[in-house]
């Protein structure tokens, strides 16, 4: 039986849209019926604009129809969904927050009018943890998505509706957006492709800032054609990000199949660090199996260390709180945001807005932030951990010299049952051990689906590239995806 | 490094502009004593000599065309806006 339409992969649908197979009306239709059926148990959206998104559909048919047979881009008419951390102008835009609960986006993010531009749909505000702090989307304040693959486990996080809307079919592909892991650890829990590209490849313009030295945006897909396909589509300097740096942005689909093409044997780095203690013995069987699989293929297969592994979540949980603590004082209660009704002066309208605005892990981020960077703190923490970032930096870069990649687990454990850490900040930090050191280097990384644990629950294989080599990334991702059909399955809903 | 114990929460929600419950004070503060704790293993690093790094790859001089172009309309800027009159945002009295 053929995939239902809400099913199919992007590439698969973009060429029968080519050929007037099908209309970009009646994919966007499907995707509605479908969202329809299942949102109620998976919970992915927090909106959907039902008429917003059959009108995108029509005007790409009629933009079609106007080419009379001209070439379109591959993402024309395809239904993308938005993390809803990314301004979609005149779509609410609320971070999972309170905060932001009524919040409209008055202008498009730089990733939006680019998918725009390339003729997609931009489809929904996906769920997330609030203000893409969690690794479970429990952090949201409207309600927690649930893994399309069991519906009492958590999607991972941060960008757990952006990964449960594309596993269960509710989506083509989305974009979430990646702090320390938050799109390539829901993916390996959802049996998804998902991209973190390097530092400064797509603009963050647009994005609600959580850590603006290690965010980045990246898409969501079923598989690595058509992540590469939306790579393309966002990334590119943006004037408006001065961080999103000026490099030409290739072709990657025609690159990975070039590279396919040449036969090379890629060499690949296995860090000891990451096959420890914590490490789920089926995740870790996966992950072996996967990388005798590239052996197969005659890929060089050899140990690397990355030695400061171990302090990356300490380093990471300085930084990215300082981050946050800076970029959140802008919600004060004064020019959009939530406002608390019975403040008394000026200054407890901000004690009391924000109080009442965040919740609990967004809270807790502002004063670890706030802390590690005050009067007689600075030098402890902060600079101590922007010196131990040089070094977790550095590892990466000493093992590039030996090798092309290197290949990981993408999360020490398959999902895990909704509240198991709600009550253990830590213990949900620590969850982020194999996927932090990739923000905090910069690096490219993407999550490929590696196979399923007995209990049927998904399993990612992390693919660490070098600094702007998205292409060498997704063709090594592409190799063992090719060997494989863990892309083919779907949950059963 | 600081010892968890010289963390004061008070001290820092105030610097941070947040009221906390009392709930939240005592929840909180188990928390982040824990992470604290955890986060000293910071001090087993040898970081002698060693160049903080604040971005993976820092960019400097970023010159941008001086190019006039439509901004956000005052309308705009002001449609999210918890309080509004004669487009202006209203706030609490700030001066006696």
């Known amino acids: 039986m053929p995939d239902a339409l809400y099913n199919c992969t992007l590439a698969d649908l973009s060429r029968r849209l080519a050929k007037g197979e099908l209309s970009s009306l009646e994919l966007m239709q499907s995707v509605i019926a479908r969202t329809k059926a299942v949102e109620g148990r998976v919970r ?15 005007a790409s048919d009629e933009r079609r129809a106007a080419r009379k047979g001209a070439p379109s881009h591959p993402l024309e008419g395809i239904p993308i969904g938005i993390k809803d951390v990314i301004s979609v102008a005149g779509q609410p835009l609320t971070a999972s927050s309170r905060m932001l609960a009524n919040f409209v986006s008055p202008y498009d993010a730089t990733v939006t009018a680019k998918l725009k531009a390339a ?93 603006s ?23 590119g300097h943006d004037r408006r990000d001065s961080t999103s740096l000026k490099m030409e942005v290739p072709d990657y689909n025609r ?3 070039e590279l396919v093409r040449s036969g090379r044997k890629w060499k690949l780095g296995i860090p000891k660090e990451y096959f420890g203690e914590g490490l789920d013995p089926e995740v870790g069987a996966a992950v072996q199996a996967a990388i005798d699989a590239y052996r197969r293929m005659g890929c060089e297969v050899r140990e690397v260390s990355l030695p400061h592994t ?61 802390y590690v960077l005050s009067s007689g703190y600075y030098d402890a923490y902060y600079l101590r951990a922007q010196k131990v970032r040089t070094l977790i930096r550095r590892d990466f870069l000493e093992a590039y010299k030996e090798v092309d990649a290197i290949v990981t687990p993408t999360s020490p454990t398959p999902a895990f049952k909704k509240g198991e850490k709600a009550a253990n900040p830590l213990a949900m930090y620590l969850n982020d051990i194999y996927t932090i ?39 090594v991702a592409s190799a063992y995806e090719q060997t494989t059909d863990w892309r083919n399955r779907h949950p059963s809903l | 490094m600081p010892k968890p114990e010289d963390f004061k929460l008070d001290h820092v929600t105030n610097l941070a502009r947040i009221n906390l419950s009392a709930e939240e004070k005592e929840r909180f503060g188990a928390q982040l004593g824990d992470v604290l704790a955890y986060i000293a293993l910071l001090n087993e690093v040898n970081v002698e000599g060693v160049e903080p790094t604040a971005h993976a790859f820092p960019v400097v001089n970023v010159w941008a065309e001086d190019v006039p172009e439509p901004g956000l309309s005052v309308e705009d800027a002001l449609r999210n806006a918890p309080e509004k009159r004669d487009n202006m945002f209203v706030v609490p009295k700030v001066v006696e």
């Not at chain 1, 030295?213 to 990334?235: K, M, N, W, Y």
């Not at chain 1, 946050?324 to 002066?345: E, I, M, P, T, W």
């Not at chain 1, 990612?460 to 997704?474: A, D, H, M, N, W």
């Open chain 1, 255 to 257: 690159g990975i199949a």
């Open chain 1, 437 to 475: 050191g990739v923000n905090l280097a910069g690096l490219p990384g993407i999550s490929i689906p590696c196979g399923f644990t007995g209990g049927g629950l998904p399993i990612g294989l992390q693919v660490i590239g070098q600094p702007f080599k998205e292409t060498e990334l997704l063709a």
């Open chain 1, 119 to 211: 003729g997609a749909l931009c489809w929904g505000r996906l769920n997330l943890d609030e203000f893409a702090m969690g690794s479970s989307t429990e952090n949201s304040a409207f309600g927690v998505t649930s893994n399309p693959w069991d519906l009492e486990r958590v999607p991972g996080g941060s960008s757990g509706g952006s990964a449960a809307s594309v596993a269960a079919g509710e989506a083509v592909a989305s974009l979430g957006s990646d702090t320390g892991g938050s799109i390539r650890q829901p993916a390996a829990l959802c049996n998804l492709v998902g991209l973190k590209p390097s530092y400064g490849r797509v603009s963050r313009y647009g994005l609600i800032a959580f850590a």
């Open chain 1, 213 to 235: 030295s290690l965010d980045q945006i990246g898409p969501f897909a079923r598989t690595v054609e058509d992540a590469a396909t939306v790579l393309g589509a966002i990334s």
């Open chain 1, 44 to 58: 992915a959206f927090n909106s959907y604009d039902e008429q917003d998104a059959l009108a995108q559909a029509r």
């Open chain 1, 310 to 370: 171990k302090y990356a979540i300490a380093a990471y949980y300085i930084i990215a709180t300082a981050e946050c603590s800076s970029n959140l004082a802008r919600f004060d209660g004064v020019r959009y945001g939530h406002r608390s009704k019975d403040a008394k002066d000026a200054l407890d309208l901000y004690f009391k807005s924000r109080a009442e605005g965040f919740g609990p892990e967004v809270k807790r981020r502002i004063i670890l932030g706030t």
